[in-house]
């Protein structure tokens, strides 16, 4: 059994605060997304060429780059101009914690 240790608040969260959580989980509900998280939480802030580099071959910058603004749109990204280049960073570093949380439940119930 895994037990994700948070500091636990109210479970009574507004239809506001739900729909929020939902958009943050929609906009990274997809294992690009979620690997782009997990180079920045280490590499940041990156530009996209850069996190297309640690991806790996199958990377497309276009596609990449749709990837980011939609994060970016959304809040789960912010982004830094510098000259012409565009710098991505995670924009609240508690989403890893979400996302630890996740990896153990899913470790824990293959080990059941």
């Known amino acids: 059994m895994y037990i994700c240790f948070v500091n636990q608040t109210k479970r009574n969260h507004s239809g506001e605060d739900l729909e929020?959580?939902?958009r943050i989980l929609k906009?990274?509900?997809h294992p690009v997304k979620l690997e782009i998280l997990l180079v920045l939480e280490s590499h940041e802030p990156l530009d996209v060429s850069s996190i297309c580099a640690e991806i790996g071959a199958a990377c497309q910058i276009s596609m990449m780059s749709q990837h980011l603004a939609k994060m970016k749109d959304n809040g789960v990204l912010k982004s830094e101009k510098k000259g012409k280049q565009v710098f991505y960073s995670i924009a609240n570093r508690r989403l890893l914690h979400v996302l630890d949380c996740m990896a153990g439940a899913f470790d824990a119930k293959s080990a059941e």
């Open 27 to 29: 906009t990274v509900a």
């Open 20 to 22: 929020a959580m939902a």
